[in-house]
């Protein structure tokens, strides 16, 4: 009679990890345009474009925050209207979309942030205004097919920076 024991553990599922993804501490510098200032984090590379508007890239994250400005001459409720409709445009891939009021009366910059979760192509947007004369929004894009779960760490860095632009955001007179 042959008789065979052996030991056999338990296979136990690995516990589920989260990528984790540093990126370095915000370092600010100033950016000056004919109609506005703000500060932005110098990770980011600053580029004008020929329609004056700007553009933050972020090679790291692959990322870039799109930023333009806009004369509000008597057309505040239309420019109110386009940045709220492009901001739901996103709504068709977005898990949701949470909006965010931003006011600073000393500055006299009013304003929305939409925060966009899920497989949608901008992970956020925003808009400014003196509500009289200067009209700036802006939009986060990742040069990559949107998925939410690899993009999350880069978009929540980035949603910080573009809350830190409308936070310094000062007007020219």
Same mark, same amino acid.
């Given at each position: 009679?042959?008789?065979?024991? $052996?030991? *056999?553990? #338990?296979?136990?599922? *690995?516990? *589920?990890?989260?990528?984790?993804?540093?990126? =370095?501490?915000?370092?600010?510098?100033?950016?000056?345009?004919?109609?506005?200032? %703000?500060? !932005?984090?110098?990770?980011?590379?600053?580029? &004008?474009?020929?329609?004056?508007?700007?553009?933050? &890239? !972020?090679?790291?994250?692959? $990322?870039?925050i799109f930023i333009n400005y806009?004369?509000?001459?008597?057309?505040?409720?239309?420019?109110?209207? #386009?940045?709220?409709?492009?901001? /739901?445009?996103?709504?068709?891939?977005?898990?949701?979309?949470?909006?965010?009021? %931003?006011?600073?009366?000393?500055?006299?910059? @009013? $304003?929305?942030? !939409?925060?966009?979760? $899920? +497989?949608?192509?901008?992970?956020?947007?925003? @808009?400014?205004?003196? =509500?009289?004369?200067?009209?700036?929004?802006?939009?986060? @894009?990742? /040069?990559?097919?949107?998925?939410?779960?690899?993009?999350?760490?880069?978009?929540?860095?980035?949603?910080? +920076?573009?809350?830190?632009?409308?936070?310094?955001?000062?007007?020219?007179?």
């Open positions: 009679m042959v008789c065979l024991l $052996g030991c *056999k553990e #338990d296979v136990l599922p *690995k516990p *589920k990890a989260e990528l984790r993804l540093e990126y =370095s501490k915000p370092v600010v510098a100033g950016v000056e345009t004919e109609k506005f200032t %703000f500060q !932005y984090n110098d990770l980011a590379q600053l580029k &004008r474009d020929k329609n004056n508007s700007l553009i933050l &890239r !972020y090679p790291e994250m692959k $990322g870039e806009k004369e509000v001459g008597g057309n505040l409720e239309k420019l109110l209207s #386009d940045a709220q409709k492009f901001s /739901y445009e996103h709504s068709v891939k977005a898990d949701g979309i949470l909006e965010q009021p %931003f006011i600073n009366e000393d500055a006299k910059v @009013y $304003g929305m942030f !939409y925060e966009v979760s $899920g +497989d949608a192509a901008s992970q956020a947007q925003f @808009y400014v205004t003196d =509500s009289t004369r200067h009209f700036v929004t802006g939009s986060l @894009y990742f /040069y990559t097919k949107p998925n939410y779960d690899s993009i999350y760490p880069a978009a929540v860095y980035l949603r910080k +920076d573009i809350r830190a632009i409308m936070e310094t955001l000062k007007w020219k007179e």
